[in-house]
């Protein structure tokens, strides 16, 4: 997720030479989630802006099971 919000702003954490964009990080905010093994916390990165759409764990979803399902699928 981390590297979801660093290539939608177009910079690096500490790389402000390349920040092209009034649009800052903003912290993370809790997310609990449901899988195929029960319920866990995920810190999801914010922008100042509220522009960034995560598209790994997409706002407002809650239940990543499939999501879960697919990357087993894949390293199978």
Known sequence: LEAEREEYLGYSKYDYTNKNTTNSRNG???KT??????????????DREGSFEPQIVKKHQTDISRLESSII???M
């Open 28 to 30: 993370k905010s809790k």
């Open 73 to 75: 699928g894949i390293c």
């Open 33 to 46: 989630v449901k899988s195929d093994l029960g319920l866990f916390d995920l810190d999801i990165p914010r």
